[in-house]
């Protein structure tokens, strides 16, 4: 396979799509990893097996609708395997495994079959204390938008998952990309005062738009950045009740269609009203009580 991922929403042409089979019990508090299956958990919310089953089904049913070719990893018994995103991810024609958090190495395992078709010399293994995970990075043609946390505290967050050795191995191996780190917010509990990974406060779209969620940076001028870059007139701004609901977290099956919840009806009419797209709208409430959406279920590699 040539794989070949130059941005977020070039016309897609093959995809790994999580597995929802076989994901054992409820996590317990001290089980789960990121803020939003805290809270779903502490409330007694955690999602049905079979109602993620129907959602990704529903995701797989769109995706082959545009004839993309679907991939799957192998199942694990009772394994979370939703979010393909994190476990490794395309630039360019490379392939860079991630270094997930212990709670998921053995995720690692089930995609062989789809390291396998990947010649060895594009796949590149990061040394084990350079942690990164999909989520984190958005390709934008010569941009590369990396999210992190820097702060001294950076051990003590489950959330936090991009450290600055990772971004450092990455502008070597990637040395005529403009690499964009932005610091997230990290909150292991609270799932309105921090943000899991980058895609779900800023998300590239179309040829030249994004959705954007402007407290999800540390700093000001991050997301002030991302404006001067991408236009005013040309970013969707997401509210704390939507980024809580994770409306930045769609996915591109080509610069003029998106897949996105059909729950987010005022981003939903925008973008087909506004910016003229085509949404391809799916339930997909019960995934996003696990802390990711669309695009974190998905593990491109070739688009246009």
Request: aromatic share 12%; net charge negative; hydrophobic share 40%.
């Amino acid at each position: 396979m040539k794989l070949n991922i130059k941005n977020e929403t070039g016309r897609l042409r093959s995809v790994v799509l999580g597995q929802p089979n076989s994901m054992g019990g409820v996590p317990t508090l001290e089980e789960s990893y990121d803020a939003k299956s805290y809270y779903t958990i502490e409330h007694n919310m955690y999602p049905k097996e079979a109602d993620i089953v129907n959602e990704m089904n529903a995701f797989e049913a769109v995706l082959k609708k545009y004839d993309v070719e679907v991939l799957r990893p192998d199942i694990i018994e009772d394994y979370n395997q939703v979010f393909a995103r994190d476990v490794a991810f395309v630039i360019d024609d490379k392939m860079i495994i991630s270094n997930v958090i212990a709670d998921r190495a053995d995720e690692q395992e089930a995609y062989k079959t789809v390291y396998e078709k990947v010649a060895w010399r594009k796949i590149i293994n990061l040394p084990e204390t350079a942690h990164i995970e999909g989520g984190d990075v958005i390709v934008w043609n010569d941009f590369l938008f990396i999210g992190t946390c820097f702060s001294e505290d950076y051990r003590n967050y489950k959330t936090a998952r991009t450290n600055e050795y990772a971004i450092e191995i990455l502008k070597e191996y990637f040395p005529k990309k403009r690499i964009i780190d932005l610091e997230l917010k990290k909150n292991d509990k609270i799932p309105y005062e921090g943000i899991l990974h980058l895609d779900c406060t800023f998300n590239p779209i179309g040829k030249d738009k994004c959705i954007i969620y402007k407290d999800g940076f540390v700093d000001e001028s991050d997301y002030n950045l991302i404006i001067d870059i991408f236009g005013e007139e040309n970013c969707f701004h997401v509210t704390d009740e939507e980024m809580f609901e994770m409306f930045p977290n769609i996915f591109s099956i080509s610069p003029e269609v998106v897949v996105s919840d059909k729950a987010f009806t005022r981003m939903n009419n925008h973008l087909r009203d506004i910016w003229g797209m085509t949404v391809e709208e799916i339930p997909y409430r019960e995934i996003s009580k696990m802390g990711g959406l669309l695009r974190c279920s998905t593990m491109p590699l070739v688009r246009d």
